[in-house]
């Protein structure tokens, strides 16, 4: 051995030392590299990409902020649900609310219902159209059957549409030609009362396969003791199925589908009751939940340097809650359709359109209430991107636009011009000028919210109500990206990105002239508080990305984000939760996440992560540790313990301040176990 190779192993001892991991075996063989799961750094280079340009593309040279959950880091990076994961993308914030509540947002604006954030699972939107954002304990998939995530921070409403404003993430599942055979997965911890998934794929004919699978979740309650109840706990089941095939040579199907059934359990501290007393009571409550999904898609290879694709689904989501027995049904009908092709030598265009129908049911209550209770949405679309080659290799220049038609604001425009610029093979430049906008959802446009009574002295009570507002406009953003990439060998990678983003129409509460009314009786005042678009203002940031893999055995990952944020009242504006909205999101945040492969088919992860503190919600910064045990007995066999924030019994992550729907809890301390077996 010479002496540069002793020290520089001298020099990883000490630092796998540092981070409280034992190095293997030196001369350990490379993990396998049959797929994702187990790529060296040279394929990971080479990962393509759709959620930026809706086409096949190298992650590498992609104009725009997007990073790659793959399935490596899915599988050692300890998180059950796919919520967690979002952990892993450096500029993501993500803080748990209670046991089955999160809020998560990207580059600022982070609150339970982050409304500006598009998710999709399969090119099937998961947004929801009642108050915007997501309801992430709905959000489930077999994590083993997921090929990579996909994240965007930033702008994407020229491909994706609207409320893509500030990021995408695209979760993508394998073909079932890749899941073919049988998976069980389960465990149990402290917080875990237990989870399995079962999974089966088998051929249909030599040109079609299939897979099936049933999944169960039951988690407890973070904190049960008799001084301090949550009723946070959370269980669904969960199964579906997908087919793939191909019947000529230039054509391909999908048809998948799931359906979903639990309950998310939630404590409210302060729920108006009614105008006499007790005004307000303290619930146990469960939010019912259930729902289906199909999707079909067909592609068509029409040429070497032409396609298109075809996709059609509908989506049933339903929601109840015990107590109040207020009830929701949303049906999505989508068909979305595109063409890529090459229109000159140096030019490749892609379009397309899509129609989308919303059909909705509420059942209102004493808190909330829908005008009218059934309506039908509509959201029609098309969209134009055109990429030149200025510089064959060099230089590249996109342009697009999506035009939406909708019932809510009615034509909307949201363009974006992109540059690429890659001088050597080693360097990438890319800068981005975008438009996009975060349409009105049914709560701005209809609903009533009588979210607090004030007792008076003579025995009754008055509302405080937020009123619907039919024009509400869409919030805007003007964003400006400019992004590098730096691969100067293969053990090494940087991303970096920067944005200045233009906001205007945000959302606001606006007070109203308070008024009498006697139903409900007895007779009471209401003091209104009304959705506007009083607030403007900016954002602007850098986020960062390092992977290192000094040896085959050992990886390294370094994420991190600075973010300001200023934002202030429009001269028409009476609002006064400007500070509120601003001091929501932590001004920094980064995070260290180790891979080690040990001998014996051993494996060490460890994460930390820190996270500054939400001044609003006065939730210090806090730092978290969580530490994977993995090990292979067999090819096909997995056993892993995990210790989630093994430094610190409990900690706040984020509130919903003091008129919370749900119940604010602390995230715990916990372990669990958990065996997987793949079987032909």
């Known amino acids: 051995m010479n002496t540069s190779n002793k020290t520089q192993k001298i020099i990883l001892v000490f630092l796998a030392c540092c981070l409280n991991i034992a190095p293997p075996a030196f001369g350990k063989p490379a993990p396998s590299m049959e797929n994702l799961m187990e790529l060296s750094f040279d394929e990971l280079s080479e990962i393509t990409v759709t959620s930026v340009s809706k086409k096949e593309e190298n992650l590498f040279k992609a104009p725009s902020a997007i990073y790659v959950i793959t399935q490596k880091d899915i599988r050692r990076s300890g998180h059950l649900s796919l919520a967690e994961l979002m952990r892993l993308v450096p500029g993501m914030n993500v803080g748990q609310v209670n046991a089955n509540t999160w809020a998560i947002s990207s580059r600022g604006f982070q609150e339970r219902f982050a409304n500006k954030l598009l998710v999709l699972i399969d090119g099937r939107t998961v947004y929801s159209d009642v108050n915007g954002g997501v309801f992430w304990d709905e959000l489930d998939v077999v994590l083993e059957d997921v090929l990579r995530i996909e994240v965007i921070r930033g702008p994407g409403g020229t491909l994706w549409g609207a409320n893509a404003v500030n990021g995408v993430i695209n979760i993508i599942t394998k073909n079932s030609e890749?899941?073919?055979?049988?998976?069980?997965?389960?465990?149990?911890?402290?917080?875990?009362n237990g989870f399995v998934t079962a999974r089966y794929g088998g051929k249909l004919s030599d040109d079609f396969h299939y897979r099936a699978y049933g999944k169960y979740y039951d988690r407890d309650d973070f904190d049960n003791t008799p001084t301090s109840q949550t009723h946070d706990n959370w269980e669904a089941y969960r199964s579906g199925f997908r087919i793939d095939g191909q019947w000529t040579e230039k054509n391909k199907l999908t048809l998948q589908g799931d359906y979903y059934d639990g309950k998310s359990g939630e404590r409210r501290n302060s729920s108006p009751a009614s105008l006499t007393s007790p005004f307000t009571e303290v619930l146990n409550q469960d939010t019912l939940i259930d729902g289906s999904n199909v999707l079909a898609r067909w592609e068509r290879q029409i040429s070497a340097d032409s396609n298109f694709k075809l996709q059609v689904y509908y989506n049933r989501e339903q929601q109840e809650i015990s107590s109040t027995r207020f009830k929701f049904l949303m049906e999505t009908y989508d068909v979305d359709f595109q063409h890529r092709f090459q229109f000159t030598s140096n030019q490749e265009l892609v379009w397309g359109g899509g129609i989308r129908y919303i059909l909705d049911s509420f059942k209102n209550s004493f808190v909330s209430?829908?005008?009218?209770?059934?309506?039908t949405n509509y959201r029609h679309s098309g969209f134009i991107q055109d990429e030149i080659n200025l510089i064959e290799d060099r230089l590249k220049f996109i342009v697009g636009t999506k035009v939406n038609l909708n019932n809510?604001?009615?034509?909307?425009?949201?363009p974006s011009s992109r540059i690429l610029y890659t001088p050597s093979s080693q360097h990438v430049f890319w800068g981005a000028v975008s438009r996009a906008v975060r349409m009105p959802t049914r709560s701005n446009d209809s609903v009533r919210a009588n979210f607090l009574v004030i007792p008076t002295m003579s025995g009754t009570g008055n509302f405080i109500s937020l009123l619907p507002n039919q024009d509400f406009e869409s919030e805007d953003l003007l964003a400006f990206e400019m992004g590098y990439r730096f691969l100067p060998e293969s053990k090494f990678f940087v991303d970096l990105a920067?944005?200045?983003?233009?906001?205007?129409?945000?959302?606001?509460?606006?007070?109203?002239?308070p008024f009498f009314e006697t139903d409900p009786s007895p007779a009471h005042l209401v003091i209104p508080v009304k959705f506007g678009n009083g607030l403007e203002g900016e954002t602007f940031g850098v986020e960062g990305a390092v992977k290192w893999t000094p040896v085959s055995w050992w990886e390294m990952n370094v994420g991190f984000n600075l973010l300001g944020m200023d934002l202030r009242p429009k001269s028409s504006s009476l609002d006064t939760t400007t500070a509120n909205t601003e001091n929501n999101t932590p001004s920094f945040q980064w995070h260290l996440r180790s891979y080690l492969d040990l001998p014996h088919n051993l494996e060490l992860d460890t994460a930390v992560y820190h996270v500054g503190r939400i001044g609003n919600l006065r939730v210090p910064a806090y730092v978290r540790w969580d530490v994977r045990l993995g090990w292979k007995p067999k090819d096909n066999i997995e056993l892993s313990i995990g210790v989630l924030n093994i430094n610190d019994s409990s900690h706040p992550e984020f509130t919903e301040g003091q008129i919370a729907l749900r119940s604010n809890s602390e995230a715990p301390r916990s372990v669990y176990g958990k065996l997987t077996w793949n079987f032909n």
């Open 178 to 192: 890749d899941t073919q055979g049988g998976l069980v997965s389960g465990g149990s911890g402290s917080l875990e």
């Open 369 to 375: 209430q829908y005008t009218p209770t059934g309506r």
């Open 408 to 414: 809510y604001t009615g034509v909307e425009f949201q």
């Open 498 to 513: 920067l944005f200045y983003n233009l906001y205007d129409n945000l959302n606001s509460f606006e007070p109203e002239t």
